[in-house]
């Protein structure tokens, strides 16, 4: 098949570029990436001096012009932000026009919206890019384990951050230094404060969540702690005690709701979380990614690789024009009609559990001065609450200081912060200077 589908490509920056570079280049490919012609191009600044070549007859800086031309069947929004990626998305759908997109603030915003007006008009808006860059996981999760009952997806979700702790945990690296590195590679968002505040991470989390467990639930509201209150000491302290901080995403089955019909609770946190050096997701390092699925009947599976980056993070993309390209080449031929895996739905009601019911294990720092009885102090404080304390170690101890350090059995969020209010109000306790999760 000869004939060639028109994509317009709403950016030409990370990612834009990398997708422009594979399909300027399709030798060694599949057949169908030579297929795809770009129409036209949209980007903030004309005059920016770029890496990749373009013709300029295609270039403009209207993206609403890209969506509207004729000669573009398919939409590739690779700009960013809410707005206006969300609008051009939209107007594409109501052209009748094929979305993908590695937008992950906007799917997880308005993946809903979304997803029931490409339904209604009969187009696909695909997803793969974003969440974990590279990695396919968006597609797995509709189609290849669709036979199972998810219960868990538990997640590295955040190259730039992943990157940070690596280098963090080598021992000498600066945080503003590794981060300022991060950006230079392509890795972070325009504004890395998504990142490093765990933003970028919850969206994806809640993108993952609506597929794993067939509905949606308010973003905004999942709790999320990001690494940038992190102190180097917690990595260095839990290190010492035989576990990894790496930033986790975790989203949770619980139950479904007995007094009301179809509507099913949800766990969803993003946060530090300490890692047992044998866990699989511990030696996930640098810019890599990796989820972690536990299904019924599937056991644990677990998706690896670079989670950030234009040539990942392009070639999601490509995959999913691919897919929208395959089927618009049959449709011309055949008049076929859309594939029902390719699109997403949205089968139960699904809430957000309350978070003082989520339980974790635990990893506290105490700064307390360094009198007699104060663990004893402590661990009453913890069992009168009900925590059992895994283990509790003196790390240091100078100018009438000390630093204890505290890991809990599994026990909830609710327990665990009543104690931890109690224990600030001891005399001899002068702060809690980091509360983090442990699997
Ligand atoms: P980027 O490097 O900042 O590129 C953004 C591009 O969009 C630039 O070319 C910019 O034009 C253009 N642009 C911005 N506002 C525009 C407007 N109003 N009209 C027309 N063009 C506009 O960003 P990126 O890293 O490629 O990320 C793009 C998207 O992919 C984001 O949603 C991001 O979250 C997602 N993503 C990124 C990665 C990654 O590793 N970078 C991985 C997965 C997903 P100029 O070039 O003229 O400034
Ligand atoms: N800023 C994101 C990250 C890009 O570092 O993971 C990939 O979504």
Redesign the pocket.
Known sequence: MNQKIGIGL????????GVANIVNSPEGRNPLVSNIRIARI?????N?V?SIKVDPSIIT???FEVVKDPNVEVVV?????IE??KSLIMLAINHGKSVV??????VARYGKEISDAANAAGVYVLIE??VG?GIPIIEPLKQSLGGNKIKKVTGIIN?TTNYILTEMAKGEAKYEDVLNEAKKL?????DPSADVNGD?AADKIAILSGLAFGGGIDREAIPTKGINNLESKDINYSRQLGYEVKLLAVAEYIEKKAQENNLHSLALRVEPTLLPKDHPLSAVNGVNNAILIEGDPIGEVMFYGP????G??AS?VVADILNIVGIKLMQKEEGACLDPLLSSISWRNCILANTRDISQKNYIRLITADNPGVIGKIGNILGKNQVSIESIVQFDSNNAKAEIIVITHKVSKGKINDSLAEIENMKEVLNVASHLGCL
Do not use: M, Q
């Open positions: 709403l950016g030409l920056g990370t990612v834009g570029a949209a980007v903030r600044d004309l920016r770029r800086n209207d993206p929004e690779a700009i960013g932000g206006p990626a997109t590695a937008n992950k603030a906007v890019a974003a860059g190259g392509g890795y972070a968002e325009a970028d989670g950030a980056g234009a990942p993070t999601a």
